[in-house]
């Protein structure tokens, strides 16, 4: 089982339209959670951190699931400009005990006029 | 100043040249990260500094070299590359030190795009 699992989409939505993303981690022991946003050929920047009584920015709204190992994102109103790559990223320690940072593969979404 | 600082940001070499990319940061970040990202495949993990020692080496070939001359630096020594290493790898400094989890997750260089030809 890959350790952080998304559906990689693309989702196609209208502008105004509320969509969500799922991801699935493999590791019970993870203890923190992010979305960031990568847009085309470019670096990756940091949305949001995902806490476990679930958190909102805007419109974006982030939630965790630790029983069941998975992570939501959701969009409301979605703008042009929230098309994107979007990628979930947990924390996990290393054998050296050693904190670093697993990317998932990342879900596209594409926001049409 | 927010920001991870990266050059070059286009690279072409050939497989015997010797060149160097280099990464800074003025955030006072304690730890800095190489990663390395193909086309359509997340970041993946090459090297992690904390407090300017290696801590991390992710069984990379030793034709990448990383080094860490002081706590804002971070260059990554390329050597005898092969095609398929072209890819665009990108630095990242993170607040906390990687010994414990990360609450604030880290901060991306824009990337250098390399071409190995």
């Known amino acids: 089982r890959k350790e952080v699992e998304q559906d990689p989409g693309p989702f196609n939505v209208p502008e105004g339209a509320t969509v969500a993303f799922n991801c699935t981690y493999s590791n019970s022991a993870s203890q923190s959670f992010f979305w960031y946003r990568q847009d085309c050929r470019k670096e990756p920047k940091l949305l949001m951190s995902?806490?476990?009584s679930g958190n909102e920015d805007g419109r974006f709204t982030a939630q965790l699931n630790r029983a069941s190992q998975y992570i939501s994102l959701l969009i409301r109103d979605s703008k042009l400009s929230d098309s994107a790559t979007y990628l979930c990223?947990?924390?996990?320690?290393?054998?050296?005990?050693?904190?670093?940072?697993?990317f998932g593969k990342g879900t596209m979404l594409l926001v049409s006029p | 100043d927010t920001e991870v600082t990266q050059t070059p940001k286009h690279l072409v070499m050939g497989m015997t040249n010797k060149k160097s990319l280099k990464c800074e940061q003025h955030m006072g970040h304690r730890a800095m990260y190489w990663y390395k990202q193909k086309a359509k495949k997340p970041p993946e993990l090459m090297f992690v500094y904390s407090y300017e020692k290696l801590s991390i080496n992710e069984s990379v070939p030793s034709r990448f070299s990383p080094e860490c001359p002081n706590s804002s630096l971070l260059n990554l020594h390329l050597h005898a590359l092969q095609p398929e290493d072209s890819a665009l790898y990108l630095c990242?400094?993170?607040?906390?030190?990687?010994?414990?989890?990360?609450?604030?997750?880290?901060?991306f260089g824009s990337g250098t795009r390399l071409t190995v030809v």
């Open positions: 995902v806490y476990s």
């Open positions: 990223v947990v924390n996990n320690l290393t054998n050296s005990g050693y904190s670093t940072l697993t």
């Open positions: 990242a400094s993170s607040q906390e030190a990687p010994t414990r989890g990360f609450r604030y997750g880290y901060t």
